[in-house]
T-cell receptor, first 115, second 116 residues
């Protein structure tokens, strides 16, 4: 069964500092990988996704993530964060083969950007 | 107007009451999902529907039921609410023509349910 581990439940940083939110997945088959963001009192929205091809994926709001198959990781990065990036971030994985519907989410990482 | 709407946005109910949460979408997507979010647990899938006649249980379906009244509407019911069903509930949609399991899911704003 697929699973997702987000290694940090909370990440506090100062404005303009770089940030990395870590995500590891376990699966014996090829997967698709996603990062979603949830701003306070809102639903989730897609930041970026990896389907195939280049292992470096760029998303909205200056975020990017790197797929590392050997490490089974998909870490999210931003070189300089803003106060407005304060939100909860979820890593998610689905199978790339067959009709499997399942999108499995990690438990989330709360990013707090302080002035 | 929002593409995925949920009603109500907030609800407080008592143990043993029946409650229905509703989800509507204008995106024309065929697939719809219900998740619950609990602090520190992420999102867990309750039920999903690939079309009006295809409804499936997710990982935590006990105590819940669903109805897909039309392609655009997917309702979640708690037949007899209990306090541990207090959570934030999200509806989501996706388009199977946009890549199957690679397709992005679009989320509603959520319903905060409290069972006392």
């Amino acid at each position: 069964a697929q699973s997702v581990t987000q290694l940090d439940s909370q990440v506090p940083v100062f404005e303009e500092a770089p940030v990395e939110l870590r995500c590891n997945y376990s699966s014996s088959v090829s997967v698709y990988l996603f990062w979603y963001v949830q701003y306070p009192n809102q639903g989730l929205q897609l930041l970026l996704k990896y389907l195939s091809g280049s292992t470096l994926v760029k998303g909205i709001n200056g975020f990017e993530a790197e797929f590392n198959k050997s490490q089974t990781s998909f870490h999210l990065r931003k070189p300089s964060v803003h106060i407005s990036d304060t939100a909860e971030y979820f890593c998610a994985v689905s199978y790339s083969g067959g009709s499997n519907y399942k999108l499995t989410f990690g438990k989330g990482t709360l990013l707090t950007v302080n002035p | 107007d929002a593409d995925v709407t949920q009603t109500p946005r907030n609800r407080i109910t008592k143990t043993g009451k029946r409650i229905m949460l509703e989800c509507s979408q204008t995106k024309g997507h065929d697939r719809m999902y219900w998740y619950r979010q609990d602090p520190g647990l992420g999102l867990r899938l309750i039920y999903y529907s690939f079309d009006v006649k295809d409804i499936n249980k997710g990982e935590i379906s006990d105590g819940y039921s669903v109805s897909r009244q039309a392609q655009a509407k997917f309702s979640l019911s708690l037949e007899s609410a209990i306090p541990n069903q207090t959570a934030l509930y999200f509806c989501a949609t996706s388009d199977s023509k946009r890549g199957g399991t690679a397709a992005e899911q679009y989320f509603g704003p959520g319903t905060r349910l409290t069972v006392t």
